[in-house]
């Protein structure tokens, strides 16, 4: 057994200590009471603890919480705005519909200006805030392009209000998770001291803060950020993590309230004989979601090119948000009131879900290759409701005896068509799960996302940020060869 002097030595210098020279065995009183006195110094949880880590730990919490109750603040104006904005733009079309003479001239001068004023401020003022913002928030964390992160949030906030207001089919999530990022790189860089390898953990928590933020989804966030952003994972960037969403969703609850996003009306688990009926809702998500990647990556290539008129798309644009406003008003913008019907029990039948399917997937392709500012989450989740709705009704009309829940379906192909154009099938599950409060449709929502997973590998789509991000990296790849080739 070690001497009691030794294992004092040992714990005494483990303590971060050093004794100004060894006394031996005699003076073992002096190294025990001089010992407990350092013990006495610390709580008894911090003792043998790194204080450079413990402090790196409690800046890191604070930087989060901060971040937090910054998204979340964000977060609040920016639904409030985009909400107004919609209700002004729904008054105004109720207004021109009363004089069909000169109304659709009015429709359309306000389509017209919405898309042209939010393209024009992220063409001139800050390109990256073009559409969601996930693409270019993980090329950053990839450290292969600078974050201009108060130029991007204020572009982000306005871009996207003007764009929605004129009718654009646009969403909140991508913007969200945008400025959230930027307001974590914004935290990193005015922070007290120089910490930029804690840079990219703030951003990536800022990301899934606003997430958490838009949703009222604080897993979903956290989820998000692990499953998509692609960031690693260790247990302080969790915590960072998770604490900014909490503090995003907080503040979010406090003002907005305690509501889930989409209202689902009471409904049950649906029965085990039922579940082979979801996977189809699966397989055609994955297919189309495959197709809407292949048409945005095609409609932004074509309308990137520098012999076709910006100015001649955003006028076709503004046309048919013209046309679909004046006949099917509640088709524009985000979707989110028109999803709140579906599930309330507003009757759809097949062949006009088929109509809005086909509507909503042109207006959002056309929306999101105009060049403004705007997210994809929930334009996605429109069409994911429509496709479940669809399967749904058509299992009722050819099988009546199922007594099949149409609403049930919308939901669950809200997840799976959101997994087979992302591939975030963790993701989507959990982000209907907080949406719609409905924690019955687990496993049909784990068939239908893990089957589009599964379909879309096999029919080899590309995660849709993913390749937006390869598209974005190899257009300024080429901007740069034609730069050095005219120098």
Same mark, same amino acid.
């Given at each position: ?44 949880? &911090? ?6 880590? $413990?402090?790196? @730990?409690?800046? #890191?919490? =604070?930087?989060?919480?901060?971040? !937090? /109750? ?117 935290? &990193? ?6 910490? $930029?390898?804690? @840079?990219?953990? #703030?951003? =990536?928590?800022?990301?899934?803060? !606003? /997430? ?276």
């Amino acid at each position: 057994m070690a001497p009691v002097v030794d294992v004092a030595r040992v714990e005494y210098q483990g303590n971060g200590l050093t004794p100004l020279q060894d006394y031996g065995k005699t003076d073992r009183h002096l190294w025990i009471s001089r010992l407990n006195a350092s013990r006495r110094e610390k709580p008894a949880w &911090a003792r043998g603890r790194s204080t450079p880590l $413990s402090r790196h @730990r409690h800046r #890191l919490m =604070a930087q989060a919480i901060l971040i !937090g /109750l910054l998204t979340g603040a964000v977060a609040v104006c920016f639904h409030l705005a985009l909400d107004y904005g919609e209700l002004l733009r729904n008054r105004i079309l109720d207004f021109a519909r009363r004089y069909p003479e000169w109304g659709p001239s009015i429709v359309l001068s306000l389509a017209l200006i919405g898309v042209m004023l939010s393209a024009t401020l992220v063409i001139r003022i800050a390109p990256e805030a073009a559409g969601s913002g996930i693409p270019h928030l993980k090329i950053v964390l990839q450290g292969r392009r600078p974050f201009r992160w108060l130029r991007v949030l204020i572009v982000k906030f306005v871009s996207t209000v003007v764009g929605v207001t004129g009718g654009l089919v646009l969403g909140r999530g991508g913007p969200s998770v945008h400025m959230g990022g930027a307001i974590g790189q914004g935290v &990193a860089n005015l922070w007290p001291g120089k910490h $930029s390898e804690d @840079r990219p953990i #703030l951003l =990536a928590a800022g990301g899934g803060a !606003g /997430l958490s933020a838009a949703f009222n989804s604080p897993l979903a966030g956290l989820v998000f950020v692990l499953e998509e952003l692609e960031w690693r994972f260790a247990s302080l960037e969790f915590f960072t993590t998770a604490v900014a969403c909490l503090a995003a969703d907080m503040v979010c609850r406090a003002v907005l309230g305690q509501y889930p996003t989409f209202h689902l009306a009471s409904a049950g688990s649906p029965p085990l004989t039922l579940l082979p009926a979801f996977v189809p809702v699966g397989i055609l998500s994955a297919l189309l979601g495959a197709l809407f990647n292949r048409s945005l990556l095609t409609a932004q290539s074509l309308i990137g090119l520098r012999s076709w008129p910006r100015l001649a798309w955003w006028l076709i644009l503004a046309s048919m948000v013209t046309v679909v406003g004046w006949r099917f008003p509640t088709l524009l913008g985000s979707g989110q009131d028109f999803v709140d019907g579906m599930l309330e029990g507003s009757a759809l039948p097949p062949e006009a879900v088929a109509l809005f399917f086909l509507i909503r997937f042109i207006l959002t392709i056309g929306s999101s290759s105009s060049g403004a500012a705007g997210g994809l989450f929930i334009p996605i989740l429109v069409l994911g409701a429509l496709l479940g709705w669809g399967v749904g009704e058509t299992i009722r009309l050819f099988l009546p005896e199922l007594n099949v829940d149409s609403r049930l379906f919308a939901v669950v192909g809200m997840a799976a068509y959101f997994t087979g154009v992302v591939h975030a099938p963790l993701t989507a599950i959990v982000l209907i799960i907080e949406m719609t409060g409905n924690y019955t449709l687990i496993l049909p929502l784990f068939i239908a996302c893990f089957s589009a997973l599964l379909v879309a590998d096999w029919a080899g789509s590309l995660p849709l940020y993913e390749a937006l991000l390869e598209n974005d990296w190899r257009k300024d790849r080429f901007k740069r060869v034609i730069d050095r080739i005219r120098s």
